[in-house]
């Protein structure tokens, strides 16, 4: 189970031509089978929208983003500080 709270400081790790980020990665923390354990999840960029997220234990994998974040991400609801 994610741990709330546990991500923070998520960087862009590339930006399309037009500046915008193509890509960021977040490390978070959550409780597994083995106990507490880190993770990470990649979310890729297509023409400035959030298209597909990576989780590290299916790294091939992509999963759609839930359709209401990308809107309002699309909308200036989520802004780089």
Do not use: W
Not at 16 to 21: F, S
Not at 26 to 50: E, K, L, W
Not at 52 to 66: E, K, Q, V
Request: charged share 15%.
């Amino acid at each position: 189970m994610f741990l709330h709270g546990s991500v923070g400081g998520v960087p862009v790790t590339s930006r399309d031509p037009q500046g915008r980020p193509a890509k960021v990665v977040a490390n978070y923390i959550y409780d597994g089978f083995s106990g507490r354990s880190q993770g990470s999840v990649s979310v890729n960029f297509t023409d400035g929208v959030p298209k597909g997220l990576y989780f590290h234990d299916y790294p091939a994998t992509c999963r759609t983003p839930n359709r209401l974040i990308v809107a309002s991400y699309s909308d200036g609801a989520y802004q780089e500080k």
